[in-house]
Structure formats: structure tokens, C-alpha cells
């Protein structure tokens, strides 16, 4: 079958895409701040340049579609994935509301577009209240529909689309534009909810398009989308179709994919695999809340189990029989890493994106502590701990006092994402 790969992580965050342009010209640890100030709008710009009807390097495309790649051979990806299209919106959104005021019209034509693509008949089905063409995962590049043999259904489409609407309308309602959000957003999010309250408990594909089962990425973001949805709805003061679906998902989420080791990535289905894949990290970053709790049913990155599958992901790629490449790289250093061990696509390598994702998962939780003001460590994330910061013990740590360890804590796993000799910068050939 037929599978993506480069297309979906590039949206996760800009920082990732930065990786990937220099990767010749990598940024030296002191100076990763002045390089992301710098690479930013020629990331952000490389993003646009894919978005049909004006972007460089999309010819063809229809208004508001978000291309994969321009790519049309080995692979051919120059299609639009309803999955990556709406994590690219949700970054484009997040610019937005950090500044930049003229990616509006990009936003606006992505809410039209999808309001006609929800409707549009494919193989996976039909439009509401049946639904099933909801989950439809990609489209012609002309928003025409895709015939050809594919994994379908991919439910986590609806759930991301929402998502990332769900926050432009959050904006718009701040903004005295809340009939706006009600009449226009709002009908579009509700389909997509309609849906992932529907099917949330049903199987699909997973978001590498590879198996089918329940997938721990998938069912993250149908919780996140509920949740979100559900709030917007009480301020729109709208009814949310599917949202009463939340708790479910909650329990779900929690109690079915938890081994006691790690997050198995893909449940209900016959995968032969280990479990252990990017997968569940990638769904804490796409799950992140600056302000959410550790213990939040949403599992963030500083959630004590979310750290412990950080590190058995991690270090299934420590074996250098498979990875040669991360031969000898102590355990307190991050390594290159890949979708999952026993993957065999365009040899299953490790993948800068990936480890962009990874040490952006560690920024997330870094980023929750120092909010909190509070950095819990119990005997699950202990582990982990201990690889980075060897004196760790499981207990509270806290900001106050001249001896106090959460500063140097939170510096170690900070630092433990920076390249082993990055410190000597390198000469230019
Ligand atoms: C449906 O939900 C139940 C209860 O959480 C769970 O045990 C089951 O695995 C789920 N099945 C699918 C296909 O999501
Ligand atoms: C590393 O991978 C090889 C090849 O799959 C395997 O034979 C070996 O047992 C692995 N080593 C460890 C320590 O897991």
C-alpha cells in the first residue's frame, strides 16, 4: 500500500522545518535562537509557497488547498491530506494570532475550501448525517475527489481540522466577531465534531496510513477537539453534536493504550509490531497546552507516562546494529530518530523531522514546568529523569532557595536535545 512519509511532520512547527533547510549549515547551540529569529519567515514562506491558488510551487491547486508536496513522483504527493493540511492550518493560525495579521486571507480560503470539501462524495462516503466521507484522508489537488486505492478511513482528520478552526473562532470571539465565528466557522467545526462523536470508537487508519486499528495519535486529538468544542459551543451558546462524547474518549485514551511501559501506538488490530512509534510522541506535541496540567487527561508532554514512552521511543533507536548513526551517543544525549523500529519505508532511516519533533516535545514540557513553577518527578517518569539528570529523585521540585536543583533540572533535559559537540563552531568548507 501506498504510504506517506515526509509529508506530515513538517507542519508540527516551524522549528522542525528549519532542521531540515540547513541541515548543511546546522545552527550552533549558542546561537539557535538567532538562527530560528532568521529562519522563521523563509520557513513560514516555504509553507505558503504549497497552498493553492497563488503558491509558487503548486500550480493548479484550488483556493485554500494546502499541498503535501509539489513532489508528483517517487513519491507522488502533490495531493491534499485533510491530516496535514489542517496541522499546517493550525501553525498558519498560531502565526497569526502571534502577529502576523496577513496570513488572514490564507485562513479564510482554507474555511471555504474545506466547507466545500466536507460535502464532496468519495470513496469513503458521504456527507452528513451518514458522514463517513468525512474521513476521506486525501483529495485531488483541485478539491476534486481522490479514486485511487488508499488507507481509509483516517479519523483523525475531523478531529485536527476542528481544532485548528476552533481556535481561529477562539480569536474572532475575542475580537467582537463572534457572529462571524457562530454563522461561518462554526458549521464547518460542527460537521467535523458531528463526526469524530460519531466514530471516535470505530477503527481507521493511523496516521502513517499503514495499519488499522485504534491509534493513540488519532483518539488524543478526538479528545482535544471534544473538549475545545464543547467550550466553543457554550460561548457561541450553540448545541456541539458529538462533545458529550468527551468522557469516553477520555477513558479510552487513558486505560487502552498504556502497557505499564509505554503508549502502544496502535490497539484493535493485528500489527506485529512493538508498539513503540513517534506516533504517541507526535500526539502530546499536537496536544499541547501551554497551561494544562500534568496530570490533564489530555497527556501532555510533562505527563509522567508521556515521559516514560518518551524514552522507551527514544531508546529503541539507541541500537546501533540498526542505527549505526547513533553509535556511541551517551543516554543522556538525544539521538536521530525515525517513525518506529521495525519500519522499512524508504528504509525506515531516522528523519530530521522526528527529531526535530522529539526535542520539541522536551521544549513543550519545560515550557509546562516552568508556567507550573513546579516540576513533579514520581516513580514513572523517574527513569527518564535519571538518564538526564543522574542526582533525580522522585519528588517535588521547586523554584525557591539558593541551592534549589529545578533550574539545573530543567537545563539538563533542555541541553540534553543539543548536538554532542556543538559547542566548537564548525569551519565553513
Ligand atoms: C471502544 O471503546 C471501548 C471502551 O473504551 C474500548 O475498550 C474499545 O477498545 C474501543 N474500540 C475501538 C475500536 O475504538
Ligand atoms: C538490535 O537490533 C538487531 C537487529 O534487529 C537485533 O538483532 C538486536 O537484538 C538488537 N539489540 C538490542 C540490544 O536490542
Request: aromatic share 10%; net charge positive; glycine share 8%.
Amino acid at each position: 500500500m501506498a504510504i506517506l512519509s515526509t509529508k506530515l511532520i513538517a507542519q508540527l512547527s516551524v522549528l522542525a522545518a528549519c532542521s531540515v533547510a540547513n541541515a548543511n549549515n546546522a545552527p550552533q547551540a549558542n546561537g539557535l535562537d538567532a538562527f530560528i529569529e532568521k529562519q522563521r519567515s523563509i520557513s513560514l514562506q516555504g509553507v505558503l509557497n504549497n497552498i493553492g491558488p497563488h503558491g509558487s510551487r503548486v500550480p493548479g491547486a484550488g483556493a485554500g488547498s494546502i499541498i503535501a508536496s509539489p513532489s508528483t513522483e517517487n513519491p507522488d504527493y502533490f495531493y491534499t491530506w485533510t491530516r496535514d493540511a489542517s496541522l499546517t492550518l493550525k501553525m498558519i493560525v498560531d502565526e497569526f494570532l502571534l502577529g502576523k495579521k496577513q496570513l488572514q486571507p490564507y485562513i479564510e480560503d482554507f474555511i471555504r475550501s474545506q466547507a466545500i470539501l466536507q460535502t464532496v462524495s468519495n470513496p469513503s462516503g458521504t456527507f452528513l448525517p451518514y458522514g463517513l466521507g468525512l474521513g476521506e484522508p486525501k483529495y485531488n489537488a483541485d478539491l476534486t475527489r481522490y479514486n485511487g486505492a488508499w488507507g481509509r478511513p483516517q479519523r483523525d482528520g475531523p478531529a485536527l481540522r476542528a481544532i485548528a478552526l476552533i481556535t481561529y473562532s477562539n480569536w474572532l470571539v475575542s475580537h467582537g466577531q463572534k457572529q462571524k465565528a457562530k454563522t461561518v466557522v462554526w458549521p464547518v467545526i460542527s460537521n467535523d465534531l458531528s463526526y469524530v462523536g460519531q466514530y471516535w470508537n470505530s477503527t481507521g487508519f493511523d496516521l502513517w496510513e499503514e495499519v488499522r486499528g485504534s491509534s493513540f495519535f488519532t483518539t488524543q486529538n478526538s479528545f482535544r477537539a471534544l473538549v475545545e468544542g464543547n467550550a466553543l459551543a457554550k460561548k457561541l451558546k450553540v448545541q456541539c453534536i458529538g462533545c458529550d462524547q468527551a468522557p469516553q474518549v477520555a477513558c479510552f485514551l487513558q486505560e487502552s493504550y498504556w502497557n505499564g511501559e509505554y503508549f502502544v501506538a496502535n490497539i484493535n488490530g493485528n500489527t506485529g509490531r512493538t508498539g513503540i512509534d513517534a506516533n504517541t510522541v507526535l500526539g502530546s506535541i499536537s496536544a499541547f497546552d501551554l497551561n494544562a496540567k500534568c496530570d490533564d487527561a489530555s497527556i501532555q508532554p510533562c505527563n509522567s507516562r508521556a515521559l516514560l514512552n518518551f524514552k522507551a521511543f527514544v531508546d529503541s533507536f539507541r541500537n546501533a546494529t540498526l542505527y549505526p548513526i547513533n553509535k556511541g551517543i551517551p543516554q543522556s544525549k538525544g539521538i536521530a530518530l525515525g517513525r518506529y523500529t521495525e519500519d522499512i519505508y524508504f528504509k525506515g532511516n531516522p528523519w530530521y523531522l522526528i527529531t526535530a519533533g522529539a526535542a520539541e516535545f522536551l521544549y513543550d514540557a519545560v515550557a509546562q514546568w516552568k508556567v507550573q513553577g513546579s516540576l513533579t518527578i514520581d516513580k514513572v517518569s523517574l527513569a527518564l529523569f535519571q538518564d538526564i539528570y543522574p542526582k533525580a529523585q522522585a519528588k517535588t521540585y521547586k523554584p525557591t532557595g539558593k541551592h534549589s536543583e529545578f533550574p539545573k533540572i530543567l537545563k539538563a533535559v533542555t541541553d540534553s536535545t543539543k548536538p554532542l559537540h556543538s559547542t566548537q563552531p564548525q569551519p565553513r568548507i
